[in-house]
């Protein structure tokens, strides 16, 4: 095992706003050897994540940054290759915070999950069965408290989390509206993931198209961009709405923060609440969260969209492209052949 | 009765930010007569607050806009100087809606309350038991949810609803700080409303006098300004840190909305909530808060301040000067005689 090689992306240098491909440098080192209580995982699937950009920030953030030199932070799928940890037995599909490199040697207390659901494809343990679907759940249920009939507007209404907000809205009865970049998103918003309408931003006249398909107002704003889309949504308020604040896409650099029209007086005259969220304050439900999202996927309330691309050297420029929006779907990075994803 | 006269402020021009002396004017008309069901009452003491600004303006709001010519809405302190409600009785001290006018013919269920703890002075139903008490307690209590050794800040601490926040939250032991404009009402928060600490935000260097109050940042912010006071404390937010919007008093129009550096990251980031409080919605709760902060008052837990203008041609003017921070307290205009007020 310890013959072979271990490519890893790691950090070079510190960007100020999206970390872009030159950011990033690929390494080869040896495979590592499992200690004892030790598990070595042979990575199958990359996460690519909006997130990331707060992860290499230098700025005060909710994780610590990744380090210079250090292999970039991410959510992974593997396979247990060897242990030494009597939990777990090569074959095993394992997923947790195992970085951008082909094998890791963690503790077994790192890992996050076992993946034992294999009659669904275990890569939406990254996306839809995992912290993307497990924000969309606990961020709309907890923070946003849908009732049924309220009107649900999402940003990033086709992407791997805003997607499964609208999904989710739409289980609890909520008329569900998707603000989406390009008619191909908009078109996936009402045919696969069944919005009730779906807007393109980049179409213009935002307002107008808000206003039309929102004539109760908003009860409940799931956010993932917090620029121009936000300030639009925010003026069509309901009295009582909820604002999730859940990303902030659309801001390239918070160093410093960006100027936007003051929110007080909309939170004032509705009576409305805006709320940060974090996936991580929920990790002692995510059971729950898992069990339920896995249910509604195969009773066929839920679909999902993957955007995978192949190969360790597609990483580094990544997570530029996904804030370009080339996306339809999660975005992946396979790094293992198929034998080896069994 | 009916030979009398009754001076009445009406609004003569709507104004686009501040409504100044201009904006009304004084006209005498008879005093009305009751009819079947009424009650006639001769106003003592009239209210001057922030919230007139909104209720003058035909930007969309939560109050039916004062219209152009109509007795300028406000609550007062008056006695029932004749009664054909059987609930009332002439000499009653009454408060409610009764606006800028010196007598005023309502229908008994348009009393909001007749004053009966008449051990604290009448007028206190227009400040700390009125309006402003009642903000402050459910505001605090109910969005804030304040936590003892938590941080409590409040700007614009000195006010009528911000001396009442502060002290409320020393009540359930937090520390205090206020932020206030001037040598003078600094004083006055550290030394008659008990802030543990004190900063005048007309000093310069906020964000480091902020820091050095709050060296574990900020579980609950109360906000009547909205502007760069707010900019400052945003940035030191604790970790699910509660933001009560209750007032805009340092953005003269929202029309358009000013712009200010974009919240969503501190709220992100911190997983704090912004919340917008509108009295109101706690109607029914009333008497439970006015129960309480009478006790308080009586307890010395709880001081106030008024700043009594003499003559209702003071008033057209009144609402700028609050703007302008020159008052010392809950800002009122006395209209009747020593004689009247009993």
Redesign the interface.
């Known amino acids: 095992m310890s013959s072979g090689v271990n490519r890893q992306v790691r950090l070079k240098a510190r960007p100020s706003g999206i970390p872009q491909a030159e950011h990033f440098e690929i390494v080869e080192t040896p495979i590592p050897e499992p200690s004892e209580g030790q598990v070595l995982i042979r990575n199958l699937f990359l996460s690519i994540e909006p997130a990331m950009r707060g992860w290499v920030s230098s700025v005060?953030?909710?994780a610590e940054p990744v380090p210079l030199g250090g292999v970039m932070r991410s959510f992974t799928v593997g396979r247990v290759a060897a242990s030494r940890d009597p939990q777990f037995s090569p074959g095993d599909f394992v997923t947790g915070l195992f970085g951008w490199q082909d094998y890791a040697a963690v503790d077994g207390s790192e890992v996050q999950r076992r993946i034992t659901d294999t009659d669904i494809p275990v890569s939406t343990a990254l996306g839809v069965l995992g912290i993307n679907g497990l924000t969309a759940y606990f961020a709309l249920l907890e923070l946003g408290q849908p009732k049924a009939n309220e009107t649900v507007v999402v940003s990033t209404a086709a992407g791997a989390v805003g997607s499964c907000v609208g999904q989710i809205a739409k289980i609890q009865g909520c008329r569900t509206v998707g603000i989406a970049g390009g008619p191909e998103k908009v078109a996936l918003c009402r045919n696969e993931f069944g919005y009730d309408a779906a807007i393109d931003y980049r179409a213009g006249d935002l307002e107008a198209k808000i206003a039309e398909a929102c004539p109760n107002g908003i009860d409940v704003y799931f956010?993932n961009t917090?620029g121009e889309i936000?300030d639009a949504v925010m003026k069509r308020l309901a009295v009582g709405a909820r604002v999730i604040?859940?990303?902030?896409a659309s801001?390239s650099s918070?160093d410093?923060?960006?100027?936007?029209?003051?929110?007080?007086?909309?939170?004032?005259?509705?009576?409305?609440?805006?709320?940060?969220?974090?996936i991580f304050?929920y990790v002692d439900r995510y059971p729950e969260g898992l069990k339920m999202l896995a249910d509604w996927i195969r009773a066929g309330l839920i679909h999902y969209r993957e955007d995978i691309l192949e190969g360790i050297e597609q990483a580094p420029g990544a997570i530029a492209g996904l804030y370009r929006g080339e996306n339809l779907g999660k975005r992946l990075i396979r790094i293992a052949s198929e034998s080896e994803l069994g």
């Not at 604040?245 to 902030?248: L, R, S, Y």
């Not at 007086?265 to 974090?278: I, P, S």
Request: with cysteine; proline share 8%; aromatic share 8%.
């Open positions: 005060g953030n909710y956010d917090a936000s604040i859940c990303g902030t801001i918070w410093p923060a960006p100027l936007g029209p003051r929110v007080e007086r909309h939170l004032l005259v509705k009576r409305a609440r805006m709320q940060g969220f974090l304050d």
